[in-house]
């Protein structure tokens, strides 16, 4: 019974590690002998290792890009692409008051890069999300 219940929260609470600590417990419950015990209770004290871990890696990386000057170079490198896409559409198409050369070369595989990474960089992490799952 308490299996059935574990294994349905399991389900219901969804990822690897709820399953991995479902199944740890349950091996926990159904260990025969003091070595079983003991393997299973060393399987459910690495998980919580690995989930303690995993927070102070999301808490470095937060307090890592908590600072002004860590999320700069991002935005910087960006700004200088949107300068040009700008005053390409905005100056030159709308207004009619000048020309500017096309990009050429690597400067336009980078503008490629940032347009993608700043319009496509969602759209791409929810596809490899959706055939990570299959």
Request: charged share 20%; proline share 2%; aromatic share 10%.
């Amino acid at each position: 019974m308490l299996a059935t219940v574990l294994s349905w929260l399991g389900n219901l609470l969804g990822g690897p590690f709820a399953k991995a600590a479902v199944d740890a417990y349950r091996a926990k419950l159904t260990a025969e002998n003091t070595s079983e015990k003991i393997a299973a209770e060393l399987a459910a004290r690495e998980l919580s290792v690995l989930e303690r871990e995993r927070e102070l890696a999301t808490q470095a990386v937060l307090a890592e890009q908590g600072r002004w000057y860590t999320a700069l170079p991002r935005p910087l490198f960006a700004g200088a692409f949107i300068i040009y896409v700008w005053k390409v559409v905005v100056w030159d198409k709308v207004f009619g008051l000048g020309t500017t050369d096309a990009l050429s070369g690597d400067v336009a595989q980078w503008a490629m890069i940032v347009l993608t990474a700043y319009f496509g960089g969602r759209s791409l992490e929810k596809v490899a999300r959706i055939l990570a799952r299959k």
